[in-house]
């Protein structure tokens, strides 16, 4: 923060002083969350949030389910990309179990995980247009990500809240229309993201409106514990996929944008070229995607097809068994990360060899960076504190636990 | 400058702090170490400035109930991450349930803030010297810590989910 904005936050005169509930801007401020500011006029003196509207207490329900009913429950964190928080949380289950992951299921997930990536961010930028004025913006790309969700549909059979995949793999291989809309919207969606990208990104309104709207440095930044786009806006290199990579990341030749500023305008750009690298992404893995199976060779987590469980005795008792929970897990302590929409999305999961964990945390980036959100906008307009909350992308769910 | 694996960091802090080094096992890959509690700001500020070992990130911080374990019934673990290594830790410190305080990290991680407030939410563990420890997803007058293991979630008189069906031997619930 300038000096000159500092000097207006402290200088305030106390009779000048309004308290203001923040919103209703973001969807969530209709009372999910809560932001009530102190303002001197336009200028934001200092700000309070409140988060825990809708708590859903995913972590104590978590400790009375089994694994495979917990995949659920992660839908609901971020809710834009639910197919990434699914597959980090059935990855940190493999992982506990120690089950080799076939290459064509990695390579499933990866295209899966980049179009949820694409899909939030999606979202994200174009709802920075619309608080910058611009609604086109939001509503030319929804035709894209419904092409995502139908993606997801034909995988899932679920749209938003999708509990994609199984411990072990897919509930089923991609289908030939999958394939189809796939080859389809790889082919179409880089035309309309350069049209989407055309109206924002070099647009003088747009620029003006947010450079310099809400910016953090890369130390701040980092002392918050900041990750995903937010964090690498500042300056700051820092991407699960590369540090740690899972599910064969490290096959696949993608850039890691960055920033300088660490404002609105960088987090959007950070955005836009993610999708770009993404898109990257998805074409080297689709055109690489590996002859297999769709899972593991996992019947103690897995659920057999369901002809066999009527014909076939063991189908039937490791049908029993998953459903029932009764299958042994080993004792540990597992912390596995994934690079969520909105940053590093972390699971710590302690085993005590029951059914369900007995403990299980999540690190939800969202909750994590939103507590900087007071320092980001204090000393400026309440406009730019508008633009700053959909720029960092606050999903409701994430704040929770 | 040399990458230092998980043996380094670990005899980088018995050195520095033997006696407060309680415990330590490798479990997949992330170095577990248990620390006096009151020593944990100690050794995180030498980590987060160590020239070499640098831990500079906070990832996490999780509280843990283990009503079972007497003197030692609540954990809260530190999960760090050291960038220019690529190395994660966890550093745990053990409570007495007669005296949930440890000291804050917050001076050291902005970030430590709402990961203070969330532990105390749900475990009632104080942070001395937290600069707001309140609620922050439950209820300001709540009187309980919801994530407790003395409270059971669900309708208990059912029986598909009694924990002695879960691999548990629990009768206290």
Redesign the interface.
């Known amino acids: 923060m300038s000096q000159e904005l500092k000097d207006i936050a402290q200088n305030a005169d106390p009779a000048n002083v309004a308290t203001i509930n923040f919103g209703p801007t973001h969807p969530s401020t209709h009372g999910i969350f809560q932001n009530i500011l102190k303002v001197d006029g336009e200028k934001i003196i200092s700000s309070e949030q409140t ?2 509207y809708i ?1 859903r ?1 995913f ?3 978590a ?2 389910r089994p694994y495979n009913q917990i995949t659920p429950i992660t839908d609901r964190l971020n809710y834009c990309s639910s197919p990434i928080n699914n597959i980090g949380w059935e990855m940190t289950v493999e ?2 179990i120690g089950v080799d992951i076939p290459k064509r299921v990695q390579y499933m997930r990866v295209i899966i995980m980049e179009l949820a990536r694409i899909a939030d961010h999606l979202i994200c930028n174009s709802v920075i247009g619309v608080d910058a004025g611009a609604l086109t913006s939001f509503f030319y790309p929804f035709s894209e990500r419904e092409k995502i969700y139908e993606l997801y549909e034909e995988l899932s059979g679920a749209r938003l809240t999708t509990n994609m995949g199984r411990i072990g793999g897919f509930e089923r291989d991609f289908t030939p229309v999958f394939h189809q809309k796939l080859k389809s919207f790889l082919k179409t969606f880089p035309k309309a993201f350069e049209e989407f990208d055309s109206m924002l990104a070099r647009n003088r309104i747009f620029m003006d409106r947010t450079k310099g709207a809400g910016p953090i440095s890369a130390e ?1 930044a ?5 990750s995903g786009p937010n964090l690498r806006a500042a300056g700051v290199d ?1 991407d699960v996929r590369a ?2 990579p899972y599910s064969s990341y490290e096959d696949f030749d993608f850039i890691i944008p960055v920033g300088v500023n660490g404002d609105t305008y960088d987090r959007f750009m950070v955005r836009q070229e993610e999708i770009r690298q993404s898109l990257r992404i998805i074409e080297q893995a689709y055109q690489n995607l590996p002859e297999g199976d769709y899972k593991a060779d996992l019947p103690d987590f897995y659920l057999p097809p369901k002809a066999d469980v009527y014909n076939n005795m063991e189908a039937l008792i490791y049908h029993f068994k998953i459903v ?2 009764e299958t042994e ?1 080993p004792v ?4 596995h ?1 994934v690079e969520g929409g909105n940053g ?1 999305l ?1 699971y ?1 999961l ?1 085993s ?5 964990p ?2 299980l ?1 999540f ?1 939800r980036p969202c ?6 959100y007071p320092e980001m906008i204090k000393g400026m307009p309440i406009s730019d504190a508008v633009l700053t909350l959909s720029s960092i992308n606050v999903i409701a769910g994430e704040l ?2 | 400058m040399e990458m230092q694996n998980n043996q380094d960091f670990l005899a980088a802090i018995q050195a520095q702090f033997g006696a407060d080094v309680l415990a330590h096992d490798i479990a997949f890959d992330i170095l577990n170490i248990e620390i006096t509690p009151s020593q944990i700001h100690l050794v995180i500020e030498w980590l987060q400035q160590h020239p070499t070992l640098n831990v500079n990130y906070l990832t996490n911080i999780a509280g843990i109930h283990y009503p079972e374990s007497a003197g030692r019934e609540f954990a809260v673990v530190y999960q760090l991450h050291s960038w220019k290594n690529n190395i994660r830790l966890r550093i745990k410190g053990y409570l007495p349930k007669e005296n949930l305080h440890i000291a804050t990290v917050t001076d050291l991680f902005a970030g430590a803030n709402w990961m203070e407030r969330e532990t105390y939410d749900f475990f009632g563990i104080c942070f001395d010297g937290h600069p707001d420890l309140r609620r922050i997803l439950n209820m300001e007058d709540m009187d309980y810590f919801p994530m407790r293991k003395e409270y059971v979630l669900e309708d208990a008189t059912r029986e598909d989910k009694d924990d002695r069906f879960f691999g548990r031997n629990n009768n206290e619930l």
Request: proline share 0%; glycine share 12%; aromatic share 18%.
């Open positions: 988060v825990g708590h207490a972590e104590k329900l400790e009375r992982k506990l701040r980092l002392s918050y514990s900041f820092y540090m740690n029932m929970g897990l540990g302590e597992v912390y990360a590093e972390g710590y302690i005590d060899g029951g059914r369900t007995y403990r945390q690190r909750f994590i960076y939103y507590q900087a929770d636990a």
